[in-house]
């Protein structure tokens, strides 16, 4: 966990919402609903990560350290996701490593894109989705944390229905992450999307006025 004195990884002119959430809880599409009503677009980090396989540097280099014999590579010739996750996933140091090579570029284009987002004429604020939020140290860097909760049977099923998905990789990514109780203490608000979008909405409206009673945005 970051220690709340580190620096923050930028300061933007308006304020900035993390969203954090169980894999399948819906935290992508509250982040996407609360860009929306702030002008602007969620920026997502996980879709960084994926670019971050793309670069000739880094991928040369997680190739040499995880798949040299083409173990981790797919049928187009790029490094297949799906055989990278199921290696490091199983096993925490292989993680760390490949984290070590990737977050420092996944961090600096996350940044160059919440900037992007910040200067779209009347951005109100700017939503950052990631999985790994917190556990990547951006806690010191947000002006508000908003935990998605939904049921795990909800988020089994979510997740199942997604193409190639297994519960064993719901499982392996998931252990991987911040437990969600500590996600939850770390948050300053929640937002239950056990329901349907109609109640889903109320609950980011009401966030949004939150916003504007702490004064981050005009009320």
């Known amino acids: 966990m970051a220690d709340p004195s580190v620096r923050p990884f930028v300061k933007l002119q308006v304020p900035l919402v993390g969203v954090v959430g169980g894999i399948g809880s819906g935290k992508s599409l509250v982040a996407r609903m609360l860009a929306e009503a702030g002008a602007t677009e969620a920026v997502d980090a996980d879709l960084i990560g994926h670019e971050a396989l793309r670069q000739p540097d880094l991928r040369a280099e997680v190739i040499r350290r995880f798949g040299p014999d083409g173990e981790i590579m797919g049928a187009d010739g790029e490094i297949d996701r799906k055989k990278l996750g199921a290696l ?44 790994v939020l917190l556990e990547s140290g951006w806690k010191p860097t947000l002006d508000r944390l908003i935990f998605v909760h939904a049921p795990d049977e909800a988020r089994r099923a979510r997740i199942l229905s997604r193409p190639g998905w297994t519960e064993e990789m719901w499982k392996s990514r998931e252990k991987a992450q911040l437990p969600l109780t500590e996600k939850r203490r770390l948050s300053d608000d929640e937002i239950n999307n056990s329901t349907d979008l109609d109640a889903l909405g109320k609950q980011v409206s009401y966030i949004i006025r939150v916003l504007g009673s702490h004064g981050l945005i005009p009320a």
């Open 88 to 131: 490091v996933f199983a096993d925490p140091v292989m993680l760390k490593k490949l984290q070590q090579i990737t977050h420092p570029w996944i961090r600096r284009e996350t940044v160059r894109a919440l900037e992007r987002e910040a200067g779209k004429p009347g951005a109100r604020w700017v939503v950052l989705d990631a999985s």
